[in-house]
């Protein structure tokens, strides 16, 4: 991306033919661009996580034992599993507060 915006080089393409090209936005061509005009090369390749945001509650191995968990059978009486009935199940609570669950680490696809 940043060689092809190299306004200097010999082929610099536009924002918009690079983020035709990479299949990306136009915003994030000129965010990119304005990155390392500000910060440099090393700061705009590795980037820092963004502060604020909230990252994955559960490490690899849960993950993978809540995908086993949606991916059986569910509990009789019901047709598929609930965001509660996982959570439920994941943690060994039977009644309680849901609010706190883990589950925003499974991937939209998993949900459903």
């Known amino acids: 991306m940043l060689l092809r915006a190299d306004a200097d080089g010999p082929d610099a393409w536009t924002d918009e033919e690079i983020a035709e090209h990479l299949e990306t936005s136009r915003m994030t061509v000129m965010r990119v661009r304005q990155q390392f005009a500000a910060e440099g090369f090393d700061a705009t390749l590795h980037r820092k996580k963004p502060t604020g945001r ?59």
Do not use: F
């Open 54 to 112: 909230q990252y994955r509650a559960l490490d690899g191995a849960q993950e993978a034992q809540l995908v086993a968990i949606a991916c059986s059978e569910p509990p009789e009486g019901r047709a598929r599993w609930t965001m509660e009935l996982l959570a439920d199940r994941l943690s060994g609570r039977v009644e309680g507060d849901r609010h706190d669950s883990p589950l925003h680490s499974l991937p939209d696809a998993e949900k459903n």
